[in-house]
């Protein structure tokens, strides 16, 4: 049986680390694509060179042909722009804008039958605008923001408790900004909700810190964002398609009248990642308050999609 081919579309901090996931994690061979001459290149070489030490026995190519993509099983997207301090990921809408277009061409060319995980801020638009360009089914692109706040609202919650974070389990739904929407009515710690553990107040303070976990880490970085976090949460959804795993996460999904979301829009809601892509849509009774935070996000995403024309 061939080796599967995991095309890193931006080879700056979020794609190398996903170069080095993919081959620890044995997901198969690796094509690591730049604009930047030589750098792509560079990281691939020196990843070779790590691959006897963990005994990953995988091939990494560095390039800047995007040609070299043809016929990758998963495409996962981190070209553009990063957050500098001070600004939201908003900001960057209309540059990463025209760069996923391209990218989305490419990979419509090249790579037709992937699964395309877009991790390219702002998230959800970004996500909705490859589909566009792709024409791919909806069931075939993704967006990874969900899975990343939420692995951020179980760590914040461990740390609060101090338990395993396995113990925790929690969703965070909603656009990848500032207005994200942490579940609490379905947030537990080895069964038990969060609420019953924590009081409302402390747990508004969490909730904010997530919602600002981001821009906390551009603020203290200076110069850059996260990359280890968001590589290791797209590695997850695409570990769960290639191994047909089923995992039940948060991630932009398209909604078609799911959460009262429609026009096709791209918001983050549980989904189960199989062999199909984005196989189901799970909807889950939110509470008053939550839906109303919901609806306000989609709001702001929708605001988003304008400044992609």
Known sequence: MARRKIALIGAGQIGGTLALLTGLRKLGDVVLYDVVPDMPQGKALDLQHLAPV????????????IADIEGADVCIVTSGLPRKPGMSRDDLVRTNAEIVRTVGEGIKKYAPNSFVIVVTNPLDAMTWLMQQVTGFPAAK??????????ARYRAFLAEELQVSVSSVSAFVLGGHGDDMVPVRSFTTVNGVPVANLISAERLDAIEKRVR???????ALLKSGSAFYSPAASAIEMAESYLLDQRKVVAAAAQCQGQYGVTDGLYIGVPVIIGAGGIEKIVEIPLSDAEQSELAASVERVKGLLALCA
Not at 141 to 150: E, K, Q, R, T, W
Not at 212 to 218: L, M, Q, S
């Open 54 to 65: 963990f005994q990953c026995d995988f091939s990494i190519k560095g390039t800047n042909d």
């Open 212 to 218: 600002g976990a981001g821009g906390e880490i551009v």
């Open 141 to 150: 692109v993704a967006g990874m923001a969900g899975v990343l706040d939420s």
